[in-house]
Every structure is written in C-alpha cells, then in structure tokens.
C-alpha cells in the first residue's frame, strides 16, 4: 500500500509582495531537544530566550519519523516530507545490489573544493526544497545553505542553491562542484583568516559561570572518562590534526564559527538587500557533537546552551539591525537522551547495547533454528538488518522463511519494542492526521522506510536501550520522544506567544510556503500551522 501523501495545496492567494520579507533564516540546531530548550534555553537572557519570549513557540513539535539522525532530520526541515519520500533513512545505508555501505551525500562525481578526494550532492536526495520553490515562484528570489555539516547543508538547500556551504576540518566552508567549481572570493579571505587565527591561538573552554564545573567519572566501554569543564580544546603551537578539529566541532567555539561564516555571507552576498526574498538555511552543529562526546545533562552541554544563548543574540541582534523585518525559525533535526552510565547513577533504568554483538546473536539463533551453519545477515551498527543475497540463495530458505523466524526471536528479547519486515512496512499506511505524540511506533518506523535502502528487518528498542556508539558516550537515532520531540519557534511578524497543540517538523515548510504566498513544487507531507500576525 503506497504511503498516504498528506498535503497538496490547489490554490494559494498570494500576499502583497510589501507583505513579504526580504529575509528568511531557517535555523537547525543539531541534536537541539525541547527537552534541552526547557531545561536550559528558554530563560536564558540571549537569543534563545528571545526566541522562545518573542516567537510563536510550538512545546509539543515532533519529527515524526523513526530512525532520528541527521540526514534524515535535515532532509525534513525545508521540504515538508518524510524521510520515506525524501529517500534518506538513515545517515548511511545499504546498497542492496552491492552489500556496500553509502553515505547519504557521497557523490564521487562532485568533488569537496578543497578536498578533492571526497564527493557530496543531494544525488540521493528526492524532491525540492522551500529554497528551491523560493528561486522559482518569487521574482530574484535566491536560496543559501551555511551548516557545520554537508549533509545539513545539501538536504537543507536541495539540489540548487545560489551558495551551498558547509565546514570541512582543515579546510573551512566549503561546498561541491554540485554546486560551484570554486569558492567567491569572499569566502577564501573568510577561510584564510579563520585558519590563520585557528593556529595562531589558544582554544580554552571555561565554564560562563567562571568556576570549574565537574561533570563526574563513569566507566565507559571499559575506560574510566571525567567529564567536567575547564577543557583545553587546543595549545598554540599544538598539532592541527584531526584530533584537534575533532575537540573543537565538540565545543561551543564551533558554533561561533559557523555564525561568523553566515554573516559573512550576508554582508558579501547581500543578502535582504537584492529586491527579491532571499532564505538563507543554517545548521549549528556544536551541540550534536557535545552531545555525542559529553552526554546532555553535564555541565558541558549546560555550557553549550548558555554560550549558543549568547552567541545567537549577537547574530540576531545584528541580523535586525541590518534587515528589521526579517524572519527566524529555530528547530531542530534531531533531539537525543543522555548516557546510560549517567542515568543509571540518576536511578533510571538504561543500558547500552552493541547492536553488531546482538545481530551476531541474533544470526547465529536464526541459522539454528533453520539448521544453517552460516550467516544470514550482514553486519550493521543500524537497527536496519540487511539480508546477505548471495548467503541467502547458498542457504536454500525462502527470503520470508528467514525473515519470520528472525522476527520471531528478535520479539522475545525484552529489549525489543517493534522487529518489522520490509513487506509489514510496504503495508503499513500512517494515519494523516495522527497525533504525532502517540503515533505507533510501527508507523514511525514506516516514516523512515525508502524501498531499497532500507533494511529488510526493521528494529526499534525499548526507550531504555540506547544503541551503542563505540567512538562515544552518547548516542541518538531512536523513535522515542527525547530523539524526536524538539523546538519549533517562528519569529517574525507573528505574535508572541506559547502554543500547546502537537505539530511535525514537517509542517514547517509549507507554513513559510503559505506565509510567503508560494506553493510547494510537489506533494508534501505536512500542513500549514495558522499563525497570527501581529495587529498594527
């Protein structure tokens, strides 16, 4: 059964071109929880406090889908589309035809300016993008992506954009040859100064408070890890190695980089300033990488929020001053929970589990019970399980003889919530108008389903079980509300105030496509949110 598609719009009335802005920012804050906003964020005195005082704040605002990664979530934002019709299930997945693991951005036929050996475009990307409908149906209207992340940057702008751009380690912004063959001249002297100042200086993050702050020692894939702040990033003098790049993505300096890169690009590419309306997508990336590296309820992420607080102020301060009747939206691709270990210290129950382990196990249950002495599946850090073909065909069993006895097995494990086959998923049609709060967690699983990139078992854990990640502490990725629920705040010319109703990330884009008095290039997923303007 094909999945519903949820909203065309078949007439649209267009408002007084005086009544659109010049400017709109759409900001992602990566791995941004609401839970993360209400705990630290909304009181602040800076810009996300602004936001959250100032805007329409959705509280109970959802990425609807499963598998919550970045890929996915960015894939989201500016279209209004699942990752079900966007293409993008997972950060990575596996080509059935070749058993090989692909990058949702890889395109070796687009080579990184600056980094030739690598290739990125939205080739696997499906649909257009708010910009891509903004260049087409608004006279001079332009599109710009500036993100710490390229697959942020390429699902945010699509596959056009007037400037796509993005932070490569060593490199600085940078973009593709899907997108342009060289840098603007602007943006080499903005790389040059950022790497010369990046060697020439110390990276020391302090508290804000000022005073150490500990953070505690949890024993950690077997090491014994201290978190806590002050953390030297980096030394004068010090190596610029990957390790280095590494510490600085995982602070708040990362952040503050991406923000001066975006108001380059403003000043040199003037944008608001052109006649047209002009949207400019930005992904801050800090707090994803803070996340990973130090968990989200210690003082480091603390630390993040109250530097992002104020960071963003400077941004949107000087942002108004230039262009007062701009508009801002603030989410989030993702949310996350914090790390088992520290929870469990807390008296919640959590546990890690390594997945490759558990579908080793898994396997080997299968081929007993089937009298095969050889896997089956392939091995995968995703809870998307790929059928071995060439191991299947060696084996004599039927696709679904396998695939119903490793549903079988995986549903007795207590740790399972869900284990779907990729035909239960093709079945499976999410209602239009579910509360995403209580939407079952089969239909989320759907909502992250593309055929032929997604696995042939489908798994989701318990609320509990975090999925591993043997380079760090903390994880995301899961279909439960702390990977799922996040902020959703619009700024601009309508009125400040809280809204309680539950709405999808989806919703996003043709809200600002109905504000802007534009229509969406394609079917969408999400519906317009009625916001109220302001009186005058």
């Known amino acids: 059964m094909p999945l519903l598609r949820l909203f065309l719009p078949c007439l649209v009335v267009l408002p007084l071109a005086a009544s659109r802005p010049s400017l709109v920012v759409v900001i992602s804050a990566d791995q941004f929880s609401a839970e993360l906003m209400a705990r630290w964020g909304k009181d602040l005195p800076g810009g996300l406090g602004r936001l959250a005082r100032e805007g329409?704040?959705?509280?109970?605002?959802?990425?609807?889908?499963?598998?919550?990664?970045?890929?996915p979530g960015h894939s989201v934002i500016l279209t209004g589309r699942t990752p079900a019709q966007t293409g993008i299930t997972e950060n990575r997945w596996v080509d059935g035809s070749t058993g090989k693991s692909v990058n949702c951005v890889s395109d070796p036929?687009?080579?990184?300016?600056?980094?030739?050996?690598?290739?990125?475009?939205?080739?696997?990307?499906?649909?257009?993008?708010?910009?891509?409908?903004?260049?087409?149906?608004?006279?001079?209207?332009?599109?710009?992506?500036?993100?710490?992340?390229?697959?942020?940057?390429?699902?945010?702008?699509?596959?056009?954009?007037?400037?796509?751009?993005?932070?490569?380690?060593?490199?600085g912004f940078t973009t593709s040859a899907a997108y342009a063959k060289s840098l603007p001249e602007w943006l080499q002297a903005h790389n040059r100064r950022f790497l010369e100042q990046a060697q020439s200086r110390s990276f020391f993050w302090e508290a804000s408070s000022g005073q150490?702050?500990?953070?505690?020692?949890?024993?950690?894939?077997?090491?014994l890890t201290t978190f806590g702040l002050p953390r030297l990033i980096q030394g004068v003098g010090m190596s610029m190695d990957v390790a280095f790049w590494n510490r600085?993505?995982?602070?708040?300096?990362?952040?503050?980089?991406?923000?001066?890169?975006?108001?380059?690009?403003?000043?040199?590419?003037?944008?608001?300033r052109r006649g047209g309306v002009d949207l400019l997508a930005l992904s801050l990336s800090a707090s994803d990488y803070v996340g990973h590296e130090f968990g989200n309820q210690g003082p480091e992420m603390r630390d993040q929020v109250r530097r992002l607080d104020k960071a963003l102020d400077v941004f949107l301060?000087?942002?108004?001053?230039?262009?007062?009747?701009?508009?801002?939206?603030?989410?989030?691709?993702?949310?996350s929970g914090d790390?088992?270990?520290?929870l469990e210290a807390q008296g919640i129950p959590a546990k890690r589990l390594d997945l490759r382990t558990w579908g080793r196990a898994l396997d080997r249950a299968v081929g007993q019970r089937l009298g095969i002495d050889h896997t089956l599946f392939l091995e995968t850090d995703s809870p998307q399980f790929h059928l071995d073909k060439a191991a299947l065909r060696a084996s004599g069993k039927t696709r679904s003889e396998v695939l119903q006895v490793a549903q079988e097995l995986a549903r007795k494990d207590p740790d399972v919530i869900e284990a779907c086959s990729a035909e239960e998923m093709e079945a499976v049609d999410p209602a239009a108008n579910a509360n995403p709060a209580g939407r079952p967690i089969r239909e989320r699983l759907r909502l992250s389903y593309v055929a032929g990139r997604s696995g042939d078992l489908l798994l989701a854990?318990?609320?509990?079980?975090?999925?591993?990640?043997?380079?760090?502490p903390a994880n995301h990725g899961h279909p439960?509300?702390?990977?799922?629920?996040?902020?959703?705040?619009?700024?601009?010319?309508?009125?400040?105030?809280?809204?309680?109703?539950?709405?999808?990330?989806v919703d996003l884009a043709p809200t600002l496509a109905r504000e802007l008095g534009i229509q969406p290039a394609e079917a969408v997923d999400g519906k317009p949110l009625e916001l109220r303007r302001r009186s005058h």
């Open 109 to 171: 036929a687009s080579p990184i300016v600056g980094a030739p050996e690598r290739g990125a475009s939205a080739l696997h990307f499906r649909g257009t993008t708010l910009g891509q409908w903004v260049r087409t149906q608004i006279p001079h209207g332009r599109s710009f992506a500036m993100t710490g992340k390229d697959r942020a940057s390429i699902f945010m702008a699509g596959a056009q954009g007037d400037g796509v751009y993005w932070f490569e380690s060593g490199v």
């Open 56 to 71: 329409t704040a959705f509280q109970s605002a959802y990425q609807d889908h499963g598998y919550t990664e970045t890929g």
């Open 212 to 223: 150490p702050e500990s953070g505690g020692s949890f024993l950690i894939h077997g090491k």
């Open 317 to 335: 301060t000087r942002l108004r001053s230039r262009i007062p009747g701009v508009w801002v939206v603030l989410t989030a691709d993702h949310g």
């Open 480 to 505: 439960h509300d702390p990977d799922r629920r996040v902020p959703l705040i619009f700024w601009g010319p309508w009125k400040a105030e809280t809204r309680l109703e539950p709405v999808r990330i």
């Open 248 to 272: 600085f993505k995982a602070s708040p300096f990362f952040d503050q980089s991406i923000l001066e890169a975006a108001e380059a690009l403003i000043a040199h590419e003037a944008l608001g």
């Open 461 to 472: 854990f318990r609320p509990s079980v975090m999925v591993d990640d043997p380079a760090h």
């Open 339 to 342: 790390f088992p270990e520290r």
